[in-house]
């Protein structure tokens, strides 16, 4: 073999080393940090729940936010920042209670108008969210969806505790 040869097949043996030691699962010092590395097949359009629309966008924020409700592991729904859900004999009003001491990642507290603000945000024309229809069984929403009632006006808000009504049945997907 000439010193060509020999040369590049040491190049290349010493890269194939290198892209395997760097895919090893080696930990360095004893951290306990945990990462989770997620790849998308294309860029995120957004982070901003009342405006996404698109499958990576929506898959990442069920994936890294929190909400009233989640799913469990068998596709059941079950409480995630609510302590309880109550709802009316008949079926239209849902009273929800916060789990206590709830904060935001800067430390302030999550209450309840957090919650209200979001959905109305969600549902205010001015936003253009393309889902805001999901919402459109709460009170008044499609009335505000369609400009003529600029806020939910039934709903009765505390710290941690809120009310609303819905148009159909019980049906906890939109909390």
Known sequence: MNKFKIGTLGVISVAAVTLLAAC???????????????????????????????????????????????????????????????????????????????????GEKLTAQDFVYGWQRTINPKTGSEYAMALSPLANATAIMNGKKTCIESWNQSRRRFQTHYHFGKSHTIL
């Not at 009342?50 to 592991?73: C, H, P, Q, W, Y």
């Not at 859900?85 to 001491?101: C, M, N, Q, R």
């Open 24 to 106: 090893g699962n080696q930990t360095l010092g004893t951290s306990t940090t945990r990462n989770i590395q997620y790849s998308l097949n294309s860029d995120l359009l957004t982070l901003d729940s009342s405006l996404a629309s698109d499958v990576n966008s929506i898959d990442t924020l069920l994936n890294v936010e929190s909400g009233l409700v989640r799913f469990d592991k068998n596709a059941q729904v079950e409480l995630d920042l609510a302590k309880s859900i109550d709802v009316s004999k008949d079926g239209l009003t849902y009273t929800v209670e916060l789990k206590p001491d709830l904060k935001w990642s800067n």
